[in-house]
């Protein structure tokens, strides 16, 4: 079976760093997504990784480490507008795609 | 580019009956997923499609069914519905399977 884990909510203030973190465990893995989906919105793509290391996009950065089935996602210099659930999605063999259960983030002024 | 389209926007149901779900992808998107998003479950794979084949397929009953044609348009649909189909149902398109995802605003059922 494929799972991914992620914190259900993470509450910081304007201006701070919040870190995602997402586990996972699946078989013939190519690599990681991340998504945010506003309240009443659909997902929009942030980020994929499908080597390991760091990929920065602006104030998002996405990290995997294969050998630790492990990545996150960084929010930086966070503003109200990132309060959102944020959705890591798992690639692998076979055209699979499996999501994680989201972590809501709810930024404080 | 025009984004990922799906109608309706919202559909009130009742239980027994059946729905069909229309979803039009990006120009030159060829793969299309659908999925179902609940408060409770959060994103759960339904199937996708590729050129108008099934190329995979979630852990959902024989109700949810779906099909794509020569255009990449893509319908799903869900016969004797149940209480519990009350959901957001998403569709996304690629340009491969699962490449980055475009979804659209998706269709929210609700099932009396």
């Known amino acids: 079976g494929q799972s991914l884990e992620q914190p259900s909510e993470v509450t910081a203030v304007e201006g701070a760093i919040v870190q995602i973190n997402c586990t996972y465990q699946t078989s013939g893995f190519y690599g990681l997504s991340w998504y945010q989906q506003h309240d009443g919105g659909a997902p929009t793509f942030l980020s994929y990784?499908?080597?390991?290391g760091l990929e920065e996009t602006g104030r998002f950065s996405s990290f995997l480490s294969r050998s630790d089935s492990y990545g996150y996602l960084l929010l930086q210099e966070l503003q109200m507008k990132d309060s959102a659930s944020y959705f890591c999605a798992a690639k692998a063999a076979g055209n699979k795609l499996t999501f994680g259960g989201g972590t809501r983030v709810l930024v404080k002024p | 580019k025009a984004g990922v389209t799906q109608t309706p926007r919202y559909l009130i149901k009742t239980r027994g009956q059946q729905v069909t779900l229309s979803c039009s992808p990006i120009?030159?998107?060829?793969?299309v997923s659908w999925y179902q998003q609940t408060p409770g479950q959060g994103l759960q794979f339904l199937f996708e499609?590729?050129?108008?084949?099934?190329?995979n397929k979630g852990n959902f009953p024989g109700r949810f069914s779906g099909r794509q044609f020569s255009n990449s348009r893509s319908e799903m649909n869900v016969s004797t519905l149940e209480l519990g189909d009350s959901a957001l149902y998403l569709c996304a398109s690629s340009r491969d399977s699962f490449d980055e995802q475009f979804f659209g605003p998706g269709t929210r059922l609700t099932v009396l």
């Open positions: 990784n499908g080597l390991d």
């Open positions: 120009s030159g998107h060829r793969s």
């Open positions: 499609y590729f050129s108008e084949t099934q190329r």
